[in-house]
Structure formats: structure tokens, C-alpha cells
């Protein structure tokens, strides 16, 4: 069995040998991002928050972008394409002076097209997770907490497409995860907003609202 210490020392080493910059910071978030994992020519990194009260789970999660990277490339070049859009569309016009940025005029199918392509990428990256973590356990790893998780970020993507925000505040707290399923369940599942249950749509929503660290 591994320890989180041993599996993150390979993973490290693994990065390394596939010429990825790894880079795993002293604090609890990057810009207000857990960590990510890029392929974009100049920026093949991967990056982690190790101060992240779930770091250990965004380190996997990267990781699995890797492994599609690695495995998948199809789906990895496809979601590529369109995975941006979104996040573009919610960060305008804050963005709008961005060189890369020539307008954020997008159709209501391009937005749909880039939230399917989003929910598919991302489950299937915790589909490896959940795998890799049931098949060689990790000491001290809870998948039932992981797969709550799992649960709040995938949702998550509905309501930033719906109020075109991102969350306010963090979503992996115990409030959101007691409310969220601890089962994993298809695609096809996630991509129909109308499985969104109530108590989930309420606990996350209040995610959305206020800002916590803003009194
Ligand atoms: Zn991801």
C-alpha cells in the first residue's frame, strides 16, 4: 500500500520524466486555483497547492489529467478546444483587455458545447481517481469524502454556467460534502441538470453568494 508521501514521490518522478515542471507550493491556493495541470506549449506544468486542505486529492486529480494526457490524447486535444470558453465567458470583462481575448460574444450553444466538454473530461479524469485509488489503495485516503467532492465539483459546473459565476467561496467544506452523494455515477448522469437534487443545488448555491472572507 502506499502512503500519500510515497505515491506523490512517484507521481513527482513520473512528471519529471515526461518533461513536465512540477510545482508544488507552500500555500493553500494558486490564484485561487487548488492546482492544474497543462499541456500548453511553454507551460507544461503541473502545478499543486500543498497548503490545500484536500491537496492530496487535487494532486491526484492532476495526476489523472496526466494519465489522459498520456492515454486519451484524443480526448485531451478535444477538450482543449472548447474547455476555456466557459471559464472566459464567466471571467469577462475582467478579461476583456487580455490580448487572447478578442470578445466574449458567445452562443448559448458554444457555452453548452464547452460545459459538455468540461463535465466529460472531468469525469472521466475522476473515473481514473476513483479507479486508481480503489485498485492500489493509499493510506489514510477516504473515497467516500473524495467521491463527495467529486459530487460538488462536477455539479459546481452547472451553476457557474447558470449564474455565470464561480463560486465565492471554497466548495469542499463539510457543510457541502454532508450534502452531497458519496456514489459515482455516469456521464450521462451529471450532464442532465434535472439530477441535481434540490439539497444539493441549496448547498452549493450558498457557495455562490457571499463571500465569507468579506465581512
Ligand atoms: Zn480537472
Known sequence: MDTK???T?????ELLSHNFSVLLYNKDNIDGYGGWFSTDVGEEEFVVAMKHHMSFEILLHEYCHFLQWKYDRQLWEKSNLTYDVLFDWISFPSL???ADIKDCDYTNEQ????LHDILEIEHDCEKRAIKLATNNPIEDFDLDKYK???NAYLWSYHLNRELRQRPKNPIYTPRVL???SNQFY???YYLDKNN???QCRLALLQEYEKDSSCP
Open 148 to 150: 463527495r467532492a467529486v
Open 5 to 7: 508521501l510515497s505515491f
Open 186 to 188: 455516469s456521464l450521462d
Open 196 to 198: 441535481l437534487s434540490e
Open 9 to 13: 514521490t512517484k507521481v513527482v518522478k
Open 111 to 114: 457555452l453548452d458545447q464547452s
Open 96 to 98: 476583456k483587455y487580455s
Open 178 to 180: 454532508e450534502n452531497m
